[in-house]
């Protein structure tokens, strides 16, 4: 059997699926074990691999579009905006106002252009 998968880990080199390589072992260690069928086995491996390229694909796809990095609450300068009551802004984060069925409205000062 050792024959046979230095052939399939040779193909999975030339195929240029290095995640699948590495999951080679253990998805066959499952098949001995009778944990996966020799098809399970197949699709988990495939499955690895498409991960690993969407994976791939998405983070280049986020380079290339040059998004400003995400914001979060967390990440807020409160010291900014001394204004912004930050325990009143992190209880609203929690969206318990929904459970409730409360409305809630944000108002900011006037727009002094106007």
Known sequence: MTEILDR???HLVGLRMPRALEALDHTVQQIEKGELSTLEAI???LAEELT??????IGVAMTTARLTPPKTLEGFDFTFQPSLDRDRIMALAELDFIDRAEVVHFL???DPDS
Do not use: K, Q
């Open 108 to 110: 900011g000062p006037p």
């Open 8 to 10: 399939i880990a040779s």
């Open 52 to 57: 690993i390229r969407e994976g791939r694909r």
């Open 43 to 45: 699709e988990a491996l």
